[in-house]
C-alpha cells in the first residue's frame, strides 16, 4: 500500500484499487474549499497511475458528506469580490471535482456510511459509476429551501439516473430519500444493513474488481458510457473495434486459456 499525504483527505493504493476517503469527520465530512483542491489533485493522481481498476471513495466517521460547508464561499461567506459574477466563478473552480471524478476511465464506486449525502456530498456520489448504502442513509438536495440553484453537477446527473420527474422532486420539494426508495429508484445500486457490512462489501468488490483485466475494464467502460449517445451501428462498431483490442491481450488470453481448461475439466 503507497498513498499521498493530504489534510482533509485520505488517498491509498492497495494493488489495483485506489481508497478515497473524506477526512472530515469533525464537520461530518463537509466539502470546504481545501477538501475540494486536494480531491482534484487526488484524483489527477489516481487518473495518471497506471495498472488501476477502481476507485473506492468513502468517508471517514459517521456519514459519508454532510454536503458543502455552509460556513465557506460556497454560500459566498468570506468573499471580499463585489463583482456579481463572483459566485458563478468560485462555484465553476469548484465543480472541477465532479469532472475530475466523473471523467475517470476506471471504475469508481462511492460507498455511502451513516445519513449520507445531501447536495455536494450527493454530487461526489452521483459522480461515481456506482453507489452502494446503508439501510440509515438519506439522500437530498435543498438549494429551493435557501432560494438558490442546485450545483454540483445534480441537475443533469440525477435525472439522467432517476428521471426528470424524480429528480424535480429531489430539487424543488427538497425531499428526503431513504435507502430503499433510493434503491427503487437506482440512486443507489446496493443496500447493505451497517457500515460494518458495507466494509466487507466494499471489500469484496476491491477482490472481484481487482481480479479483472484492467485494459478490458476501462474499455468496457469506455463503451458503455459511449453507448449512452449512440446509434445501435455505431455502437456494435465500437463493440467490434473494442473486443477486436481485448482479444489481442494476455489478460484476455490467459482468462481464456483458464476458463476452457474449467470446462474440460467440468467446473464450469
Not at 454560500?75 to 465553476?92: I, K, N
Not at 452502494?132 to 439522500?139: E, L, T
Not at 428526503?176 to 427503487?184: G, I
Amino acid at each position: 500500500m503507497d498513498g499521498a499525504e493530504y489534510q482533509t483527505i485520505v488517498l491509498a493504493f492497495e494493488g489495483r484499487i485506489a481508497r478515497l476517503t473524506l477526512n472530515r469527520p469533525d464537520r461530518l465530512n463537509a466539502l470546504n474549499p481545501q477538501m475540494l483542491e486536494e480531491l482534484v489533485d487526488a484524483l489527477e493522481r489516481v487518473r495518471a497511475r497506471e495498472g488501476l481498476n477502481a476507485l473506492f471513495l468513502q468517508g471517514s466517521g459517521r456519514l459519508f458528506s454532510a454536503g458543502v460547508d455552509l460556513d465557506t464561499p460556497h454560500f459566498m461567506e468570506h468573499v471580499d469580490d463585489p463583482s456579481v459574477f463572483a459566485g458563478s466563478r468560485l462555484l465553476t473552480g469548484q465543480h472541477r471535482v465532479i469532472t475530475a471524478l466523473f471523467e475517470q476511465d476506471i471504475v469508481t464506486i462511492a460507498a455511502l456510511n451513516g445519513h449520507a449525502c445531501g447536495g455536494g456530498g450527493l454530487g461526489l456520489a452521483m459522480a461515481c459509476d456506482l453507489r452502494v448504502s446503508v439501510r440509515a442513509a438519506r439522500f437530498w438536495m435543498v438549494p429551493l429551501m435557501l432560494d438558490v440553484v442546485q450545483d454540483f453537477g445534480l441537475s443533469w446527473m440525477a435525472q439522467r439516473v432517476i428521471g426528470p420527474s424524480r429528480a424535480m422532486q429531489m430539487a424543488v420539494l427538497g425531499q428526503k430519500v431513504d435507502a430503499e426508495t433510493a434503491l427503487v429508484w437506482g440512486l443507489v445500486n446496493e443496500v447493505v444493513e451497517d457500515p460494518g457490512a458495507l466494509a466487507l462489501r466494499m471489500d469484496a468488490l476491491a477482490a472481484q474488481i481487482g481480479g479483472m483485466g484492467s485494459d478490458a475494464l476501462r474499455m468496457m467502460k469506455m463503451v458503455l458510457r459511449n453507448g449512452e449517445r449512440s446509434d445501435l451501428r455505431g455502437q456494435l462498431a465500437l463493440e467490434a473495434v473494442a473486443n477486436g483490442l481485448t482479444f489481442q491481450s494476455d489478460e484476455f488470453k490467459a482468462k481464456k486459456a483458464g476458463y476452457l481448461a474449467a470446462l474440460k475439466e467440468g467446473r464450469k
